[in-house]
């Protein structure tokens, strides 16, 4: 049991002992009998063991009563706590921020000065303490979809009552003879009905000392009503006369500066369940020490070992010495020439006296909820969390004492996620299929960049099921970052390869074919295609298939068995059964007076079952090979239509021509005509059987043509025109008829001329034909002679006919001796109209000219006598002349010695 330590520091006197007080005028009065009661607090005491226990910062209320033996009249009350604070009244409330252990005494003195002495007007009350999540394991870092452990802690922290801590002040042990030295402890935690009740209440006492001669020290400790008892009594004993207590120093003169030096104190515990026994006994129980004083000189010898001692005297002899008072350690030195220190000492009691310490209890402990956690261990102290995102996940541990107070502390872990590697999977393989990359096989939506692992798995995930075999071959994916990584599993099952195969029944037809196909492959996934382009692919296990075209087609089967692998078979089926009419004939073409048959040789080819032939007339025949006489002129049209047992049709045709006895004449519209002019002819004949009407119109120009046809001759004189009618078998029939061509007259009336007006007139001829009488002449003019005389510019024609052939030509005589003056001109420089009067353009046959022109306020601005000048240009003296209305004026002589005065206006224009 752990005991409880009293040391030499005072504390307040929490409990007033019973005591007499002589107050002035009142010397040696008798006390009355004051009980002071505690009647209630809030909250209320446990009811086990009588303690208040509440949360850090909660407050209590204490009520209290007294009874008095006399009376209680001018009575005090008061609420005396451990931490220093006193509160007066009956009825007191306050509260406790800090943690720990506090006590109070409820203290009632009446008017005489006299206080209660009950020991039960005392509470104690705990203030939760705050306990340490330190030991609290978990790790810093965790993989993500992995499983971690953490481990929650919860250490109390002992809320502790020090009834008496330590003294640090240093008792000197000066030498002496027979001169005994104290030290005392003052208790007062207690009530003053605390005793030692045994030997076992005293645990132990220490002494933290150090003295340079054991064997003339005696050591006591006296309780606070003086009983004692011997703790050590070496004094004259055999063998400590050499023996020391901690590390002295034991040189100079007694009580000098150098014997008061010491090195350290050593500690001496004197417990009654030691094992050493009494120092009397133990003298042996030494260990060598040196120290050198500050004087340069070193003490050597054997020290008391420090440690646990039996006292020499029973604590037996402290039974009934009240706790509280002082306590008090009594040193006699016997002899001189030694000295020591007594650095500390301290007493501990049994715990069960007067403890108020209390060390809480955690009935509550969890974890905050949190989507992390997929279980707990351990009263719920402990979890297993699978983090699902990366990051930092924090997790709160959360505990609640027995006081019902709240605690909790939050850990942050950071998460690591190497990647998704997605999804188990697993696939069927053929043993003779491709090198795949398991990667490809993956479910989910998986990271690249990790690594395989496996048989027959290179790192990157290629696989070659050739090359392992039949059987399962199961390979890891895996991705790592840091510690962590994340795994996924593909597995292959390589197998044979399929089973595959098919036969077929044909159904043929004329129109389309039918094919039934029978699958005698493994059971699984079937895809027909049937090489005529048909879409999409038929997946039924025994198709038909209807063929539109007769042909050779290949067929295709894809089999994928129930393993997964796949597979494929072609076939080429023949579905060509033609039926092809033909036939040749002895003859194309016969002349129908000849009366010779046509013989029809059969050239079909197939399965040819039935002929029926059709020659455009008369009968027809069933016969392979029939002959035919024709009764009929024309073209026929010979048609064989063969079968055979489907039955399937096929017909061919070709003409056999029949030409008739001919006929054949033709004509023309005349047989005069000009040169030049267009001849007309017309053909009568058989059009049933004739070919071609072959023309040769005697100028060198030959074409054929049936029917009408056109020419025209360029020459004069006299041609025969020959007609050949083609009527094939029937031979060449003729025609012949002929046409006179007249020249045309040719007329010659000079070139073209000029006429100056009011000049001699001009004598305009045809000066070819003029002497000719045949000729006819007819003027534009109405005139019908060979001449005409003209005196006005114009265009003169002439038409010269001789035996009904006519030719027409043309003369033209222009104007001579004129001039032409515009109203308008624009002298913008743009070459176009930028004069006035004179220019070419403008006149002809002008010899003598002079032109004088006016503004609007008769000023004269420009004159010239050139008839081969530009003009005016719009300026006056080098200045353009502004737009407006001019006056001109103009004397002209042309060639023929007319002369001409002009007066008028012309405006300019920019």
């Not at 950071?414 to 990359?437: F, H, M, R, W």
């Not at 072609?570 to 009366?595: M, R, Y």
């Not at 040789?601 to 399965?607: E, K, L, W």
Request: charged share 15%; aromatic share 12%; with cysteine.
């Amino acid at each position: 049991m752990k005991a409880k330590k009293i040391y030499t520091s005072i504390l307040q006197i929490l409990l007033i002992s019973c005591l007499t007080f002589l107050l002035p005028g009142k010397a040696f009065s008798q006390c009355q009998t004051i009980m002071a009661h505690v009647t209630s607090t809030a909250p209320a005491a446990d009811p086990v063991d009588s303690v208040i226990k509440i949360c850090k910062g909660d407050g209590v209320t204490f009520n209290g009563n007294a009874t008095f033996s006399t009376g209680g009249t001018g009575a005090t009350y008061s609420w005396h706590f451990n931490d220093g604070v006193i509160l007066n009244g009956l009825s007191v409330s306050r509260a406790f921020p800090n943690e720990g252990v506090y006590v109070v005494d409820f203290v009632v003195t009446d008017n005489q000065g006299c206080v209660n002495k009950n020991c039960d007007s005392r509470r104690i009350i705990h203030v939760s303490t705050t306990p340490h999540f330190n030991l609290t394991t978990f790790p810093d870092t965790v993989c993500i979809n992995k499983l971690s452990y953490i481990h929650g802690v919860v250490t109390p922290v002992e809320g502790v009552y020090n009834c008496a801590p330590p003294i640090a002040d240093t008792t000197y042990l000066p030498d002496g003879s027979g001169v005994s030295y104290t030290t005392s402890i003052t208790v007062s935690c207690f009530t003053p009905c605390d005793t030692v009740r045994t030997a076992a209440d005293v645990e132990s006492i220490c002494i933290d000392m150090e003295h340079s001669y054991i064997g003339d020290l005696d050591a006591k400790i006296i309780c606070p009503n003086g009983q004692q008892n011997n703790l050590f009594h070496t004094n004259g004993a055999p063998g400590a006369a050499s023996q020391y207590l901690g590390v002295p120093v034991d040189f100079g003169p007694a009580n000098g500066p150098e014997d008061n030096q010491y090195c350290s104190g050593s500690n001496y515990c004197f417990r009654m369940d030691a094992t050493w026994g009494p120092f009397i006994s133990m003298l042996s129980n030494t260990t060598p020490v040196s120290c050198t004083s500050t004087f340069g000189n070193t003490t050597t010898g054997s020290s008391m070992i420090a440690g646990n001692y039996q006292p020499e005297q029973s604590y037996n002899s402290l039974i009934g010495c009240p706790l509280n008072g002082n306590w008090t350690i009594q040193i006699t030195d016997h002899l001189g020439s030694d000295n020591g220190h007594i650095f500390s000492w301290g007493i501990e009691f049994n715990q069960s006296l007067g403890s108020y310490s209390f060390l809480p209890t955690y009935p509550v402990t969890h974890w905050a909820a949190n989507a992390d956690i997929v279980a707990t261990s351990n009263g719920g102290s402990d979890i297993t969390i699978k983090p699902t995102t990366p990051g930092i996940h924090c997790y709160t541990y959360q505990v609640m004492d027995a006081f019902n107070c709240s605690y909790d502390t939050t850990i942050c872990l950071y998460v690591i996620d190497p990647g998704n590697p997605g999804k188990d999977s697993s696939a069927n393989l053929c043993l003779d299929q491709e090198t795949v990359n398991a990667f490809d096989y993956l479910a989910g939506n998986p990271t690249p960049g990790g690594t395989w692992t496996g048989t027959g798995v290179t790192p990157n995930g290629d696989f070659n099921p050739a090359a392992v075999g039949v059987g399962y071959y199961p390979l890891e994916y895996k991705l790592t970052k840091w510690q962590c990584d994340t795994t996924a599993i593909v597995t292959f099952h390589v197998v044979n390869s399929v089973n595959i195969d098919f036969s077929y029944d044909l159904g043929l037809g004329c129109v389309v074919d039918t094919v039934h196909f029978n699958n005698l492959s493994d059971t699984g996934k079937y895809w027909w295609t049937f090489g005529d382009g048909t879409f999409p692919a038929d997946t039924t296990m025994n198709p038909t298939h209807i063929y539109q075209d007769q042909n050779f087609y290949t067929v295709k089967l894809i089999v994928k068995n129930e393993l997964g692998c796949i597979d494929s078979a072609l076939k080429v089926i023949d579905i060509t059964h033609p039926i092809n009419a033909a036939f040749t004939q002895s003859a194309d073409t016969i002349c129908l007076g000849e009366g010779a048959p046509v013989v029809f040789t059969d050239a079909s080819t197939g399965a040819i079952t039935d002929w029926n032939w059709n020659f455009g007339e008369g009968t027809p025949s069933t016969a392979q090979n029939p002959s035919y006489i024709f009764t009929q002129a024309g073209n026929h049209t010979i048609r064989l239509i063969v079968s055979d047992a489907i039955p399937c049709y096929d017909t061919a045709y070709k003409q056999v021509q029949v030409d008739a006895v001919p006929y054949f004449s033709i004509s023309q519209d005349k047989h005069m005509i000009c040169a030049g002019d267009a001849l007309n002819f017309e053909s009568d004949y058989y059009a049933a059987t004739i070919r071609n009407i072959a023309w040769n119109f005697g100028d060198g120009t030959q074409w054929n043509q049936l029917g009408a046809t056109t020419h025209r001759y360029e020459n004069s004189g006299i041609y025969w025109i020959t007609a050949d009618a083609d009527f094939g078998a029937c031979g060449i029939s003729h025609d012949t008829d002929s046409v006179i061509v007249t020249a045309l007259p040719l007329v010659n009336l000079g070139p073209d001329s000029v006429l100056c007006l009011d000049g001699t007139a001009l004598t305009v001829a045809d000066l070819n034909n003029a002497s000719d009488p045949g000729m006819q002449w007819q003027w534009s003019t109405g005139a019908t002679t060979p001449s005409i005389q003209i005196v006005h510019p114009g265009i003169y024609s002439l038409t010269a006919t001789k035996n009904d052939c006519a030719t027409t030509e043309t003369i033209e005589v222009n104007k001579d001796c004129y001039t032409d003056i515009p109203n308008v001109f624009t002298p913008n420089g743009d070459g176009v109209n930028d004069y006035f009067y004179p220019k070419q353009l403008l006149s002809k046959g002008v010899v003598g000219f002079s032109m004088t022109i006016f503004n609007r306020w008769g000023q004269k601005v420009f004159e010239s006598t050139t008839a081969n000048g530009r003009g005016w240009d719009g300026n006056f003296n080098n200045k353009m002349q502004p737009v407006g209305v001019y006056i001109y004026q103009m004397s002209v002589i042309m060639k023929n010695g007319r002369s001409e005065e002009y007066t008028g206006n012309v405006t300019l224009m920019r």
